[in-house]
């Protein structure tokens, strides 16, 4: 069912281009509307709010993919020498990995040092610092960073 003062048409054009690109001026221009239009026609209609809703997800969702993608498996770079290409280079994005572990585990990766609790309760967290370490001491080094055995002892020539 279309929004009042919104064919279906429009409407789908709308909701296709805001899923595609999050971009709510963009998305009324290629229904044909303007934005203030668009967020009349959305104020006035629950159903339209929730699709544009769900449409914005989905748009987020995606750039969170490709985000995801850039951090992990990385992007190619062309390489020049004396202004001609000669080969490429794949460059990794740490701070959209951290970006991305900072929003979906605040609890571990606070930005201000402070772990909050996973559960979302105000009780205050170990700092980040000492969650890092717990967990470097359950993946197995012993003493000095060199590298133990399930027991915690050093393996034997590996300690400088």
């Excluded at 006035?44 to 951090?71: P, S, T």
């Excluded at 929003?103 to 990766?109: C, E, N």
């Excluded at 012993?142 to 020539?157: F, H």
């Amino acid at each position: 069912m279309a929004a009042k003062g919104l064919s279906t048409r429009r409407r789908r054009v709308f909701l296709d281009a805001l899923r595609a690109s999050a971009n709510v001026s963009a998305s009324a221009r290629a229904a044909g509307l303007s934005r203030s239009e668009i967020y009349r026609l959305r104020a006035k209609n629950a159903d339209f709010r929730e699709d544009w809703d769900h449409a914005l997800e989905e748009a987020l969702d995606d750039l969170e993919c490709e985000l995801r993608r850039r951090a992990v498996e990385g992007v190619e770079k062309p390489v020049f020498y004396a202004g001609k290409p000669c080969g490429s280079v794949v460059n990794y994005s740490d701070s959209l990995g951290m970006f991305l572990l900072k929003s979906r585990r605040p609890h571990v990766f606070a930005s201000d040092g402070k772990a909050a609790s996973p559960d979302g309760s105000d009780e205050p967290g170990e700092t980040a610092h000492g969650r890092l370490e717990a967990l470097l001491a359950r993946l197995g080094t012993g003493d000095e960073g060199a590298p133990a055995s399930d027991d915690g002892t050093v393996i034997e020539g590996t300690k400088e």
